[in-house]
């Protein structure tokens, strides 16, 4: 009896997520049989939680490496805002692009020296710059909303636009774009040697330190 509870255990601390991710889709299944499991249906899911799905992607590498980052949404909305009016004011998209990347990659520096080389806590660091964020956000949109008109068009068929594979099946490019960093980020963790030391940084940071990983390094990038 107590072998098959130490087994539940295991079972529920491994796949716990799954498991509650499954019951979730039979339980919408039930509500809606005639509607919820067509592929349609799917395709729609994937491509509304992309953006989501991305930002999370990210921060499974924060998680990794044994930090958090409570400021992402806010960085991800920066970002987001730097990108629009760059394209407002008559910026290519590839630089639009090109200035979001780069808002993201300051904002992630910024946090990472906080915690690896002022060594503040994750957690009053990011919920700090969580703030500077969010009002560097209304500062740069002037508190205005910026509306899809403002946008080229071009960025908005590219979002609600698909690819057809065969037989007339459709894959949203929001999907297409995050299956693509969810396949990158897994091979980075799984198979570089990047991944391997952030790994063993989040296991146990002191011992890595000694093993010789750059630990300050890896947790500022």
């Known amino acids: 009896m107590q072998l098959n509870v130490e087994m539940l255990k295991t079972v529920f601390r491994k796949y716990g997520t799954f498991i509650g991710f499954l019951l979730i889709v039979v339980f919408f299944w039930m509500q809606r049989p005639d509607t919820f499991m067509t592929s349609r249906n799917w395709l729609n899911i994937t491509q509304q939680i992309s953006i989501l799905c991305v930002v999370s992607f990210t921060m ?3 998680m990794v490496g044994g ?9 991800a909305s920066l970002a987001g805002i730097v990108a629009s009016v760059l394209l407002q004011n008559g910026a290519s998209i590839w630089l639009a692009l090109g200035g979001a990347i780069v808002t993201g990659m300051l904002g992630g520096l910024m946090n990472g020296f906080l915690v690896a080389y002022l060594k503040l806590s994750a957690f009053v660091s990011t919920l700090g710059t969580l703030t500077i964020f969010g ?9 205005k909303t910026i509306f899809g008109r403002a946008i080229p068009d071009s960025v908005g068929e590219f979002g609600r636009g698909s690819i057809t594979l065969w037989d ?17 980020v897994g091979v980075i963790l799984k198979h570089s040697v990047f991944g391997r030391q952030l790994y063993a940084v989040g296991g146990n940071a002191e011992a890595s330190m000694l093993a010789g990983i750059p630990v300050s390094r890896l947790r500022l990038w």
């Open 67 to 75: 930090d958090f980052d409570l400021s992402v949404g806010s960085m």
């Open 168 to 184: 007339g099946f459709e894959l949203p490019n929001l999907t297409m774009i995050a299956t693509v960093i969810f396949s990158f």
């Open 135 to 143: 009002g560097l956000a209304l500062l740069t949109s002037d508190g």
């Open 60 to 62: 499974t590498i924060v």
